[in-house]
């Protein structure tokens, strides 16, 4: 009876969600509305991670999956991570940054533009590609702009199903008591209370024992363990990256302080290394945002504002 509610609660979240979507978009479908002459490109946009093993399981996978699924649009790729951009520059391996690629859009007579990212949250990249973006937005008859991967309550629900059938199904058959601490980035802006909130819907679906943590944001490390600090038939902890790549963060702070921390503090400490963008059902999500962000176009503040004017 308790899972027959708590889906019918999600239901209702879905609806709500796409239901409070409709006064913040219109449907307008971009490619119909292209003139003969017009070029249509998907240019996908990651932060980037200098591990190859990762990199093919994660970018280059969801790279494949979106030519695949809009092979109407050509296909460009751009990092947004300098840094990764110069350790891959010194191997061979080249990558434009996002103003790069359009620029190279531009002068290849590409009129309008999808852009997808594959950040987790809409925080600091997604502002730094917007503002990207804007520089070069009036050589375009029009660029799009995708959602990140949780851009909504709905994306919320979707991911926790996702993770909580993924990890606890396995640990259910070995009988443990086991624990999972999903770890995120963080970021220092106002939208790292969205980790809060998939934590929160985590156990309103009934995962008691499924925590999200951040490296530089809330909630932190201190903050999960106190919520089974206590708990005396807990067996072991595993640290899930929650983030696209299992890149360097994961590497290092996750596998390492993370990890140390937990022995330290007495608990049998495991790893998931897996970042999200390999699991097949994360990348439908960012695929479906690529296809919403296609068949719809955003109202601007200012337009919502004239519309409730005349309302009046």
């Excluded at 119909?32 to 280059?60: P, W």
């Excluded at 809009?70 to 103003?99: C, H, W």
């Excluded at 932190?220 to 902890?237: H, M």
Aim: aromatic share 10%.
């Amino acid at each position: 009876m308790k899972k027959l509610f708590l889906f019918f609660v999600a239901i209702a979240f879905s609806v709500a969600s796409f239901a409070h979507s409709d006064e913040n978009w219109q449907e307008s479908d971009m490619l119909k509305n292209m003139q003969s002459e017009d070029k249509a490109a998907l240019l996908m946009v990651h932060f980037g991670t200098s591990y190859d093993d990762t990199r093919a399981a994660t970018i280059d996978a969801l790279n494949k999956k979106a030519q695949q699924e809009f092979p109407q649009l050509a296909f460009a790729e751009a990092y947004t991570s300098r840094m990764i951009i110069n350790i891959l520059g010194k191997r061979g391996v080249e990558k434009d940054t996002p103003l790069e690629a359009l620029l190279k859009l531009r002068a290849a007579g590409f009129t309008h533009i999808v852009v997808q990212s594959s950040n987790v949250i809409d925080g600091a990249e997604m502002e730094s590609l917007r503002k990207d973006i804007a520089q070069v937005e009036q050589f375009f008859k029009e660029v799009r702009v995708g959602a990140p991967l949780l851009s909504s309550v709905w994306d919320c629900y979707e991911v926790v199903k996702i993770l909580g059938e993924k990890y606890s199904q396995p640990a259910a058959k070995k009988g443990a008591q086991q624990h999972f601490i999903l770890v995120g980035h963080g970021t220092y802006t106002p939208i790292t209370a969205t980790y809060s909130q998939v934590d929160y819907i985590f156990k309103e679906r009934g995962y008691s024992n499924f925590h999200v943590a951040t490296i530089e944001g809330f909630p932190t490390y201190d903050t999960a363990i106190k919520q089974f600090e206590n708990e005396k038939k807990v067996k072991g902890v595993t640290l899930v990256p929650f983030m696209f790549v299992a890149g360097d963060h994961a590497q290092n702070d996750i596998a390492g302080e993370w990890k140390e921390q937990l022995v330290e503090d007495g608990y049998n400490a495991d790893v998931a290394m897996q970042g999200l963008g390999e699991i097949p059902q994360i990348q439908d999500m960012f695929i479906a945002h690529i296809k919403f962000a296609l068949k719809h176009k955003a109202i601007g503040i200012m337009d919502k504002k004239a519309k409730y004017a005349v309302e009046k």
